[in-house]
């Protein structure tokens, strides 16, 4: 009894130190090919790569109790990732922290509280209350839009935007348009005046915080160029955003 006690005791051992994927190779071969002359040479461990085999001697034969791809599995420490989707079974994943990238888990309190402060944020709303102005002229003879003004939106709402464009070789035409982060929002403007220009304005909703607001033109690639100049932002209260070009 007390020798069954003890094997049980260390297949246990064993099956804990396997299973944490400590290293216990008895020697260099796939499959054991000793006899065991110790009780404790009845148990041997193989490991290449991923693969782990536990070997246990049981009836003058050695018996293969489990044989593991680590690969397939995810380890504690992080050094095996997912690989696919999972699905937690109803069940919670705790301990999680706040976010700092765009693909991270965000907890519940994360996010209840980002939503509340966003509540909390007030929003421009059309008006003629001048809260940036961006003056400054960008000239180029570009013939595909051209990213030529911008402006970091300091809050969320709707904005009236204004911007002035004149060709430098009229007849050709100058063409101007309104964009949020990169990607059009606002309506294609075209003029034939020379300078100073045409001014243009345009009321859009749909801004967040962090937002730029950009002017984007270009001209007919026929020799002359494209003026930019004048740009301005207007809401219903002035809390001033921040020119970049």
Request: proline share 3%; aromatic share 10%; net charge negative.
């Amino acid at each position: 009894m007390a020798q069954d006690q003890e094997l049980i005791e260390t297949l246990n051992d064993l099956l804990r130190r396997f299973n944490n994927g400590e290293k216990m190779i008895r020697n260099g071969d796939a499959v054991p090919t000793y006899t065991p002359r110790t009780f404790f040479d009845q148990f041997y461990i193989y490991e290449s790569g991923s693969t782990r085999r536990l070997y246990v001697w049981i009836n003058s034969t050695w018996i293969s109790l489990s044989e593991t791809d680590l690969s397939i599995y995810i380890k504690k420490d992080g050094s095996i990732a997912f690989t696919g989707d999972q699905a937690l079974g109803n069940n919670k994943l705790t301990g999680v922290k706040n976010p700092t990238l765009d693909q991270d888990a965000a907890t519940k309190k994360y996010v209840d509280d980002e939503v509340a402060t966003k509540a909390d944020e007030p929003v421009y709303a059309v008006g003629d209350k001048l809260i940036n102005a961006n003056d400054g002229a960008n000239q180029h003879s570009n013939s595909s839009y051209t990213k030529a003004k911008e402006t970091e939106i300091v809050k969320g709402g709707v904005l009236r935007i204004k911007f002035s464009m004149y060709t430098t070789a009229a007849p050709e035409a100058a063409t101007g348009k309104i964009y949020r982060n990169g990607s059009p929002v606002g309506t294609e403007q075209t003029t034939n005046d020379t300078n100073p220009g045409e001014e243009f304005s345009e009321d859009i909703a749909g801004w967040s915080k962090g937002d730029l607001c950009q002017i984007y033109s270009h001209g007919t690639g026929g020799g002359g160029a494209v003026n930019i100049h004048s740009f301005r932002i207007y809401a219903d209260y002035y809390e001033v955003a921040t020119p970049i070009i």
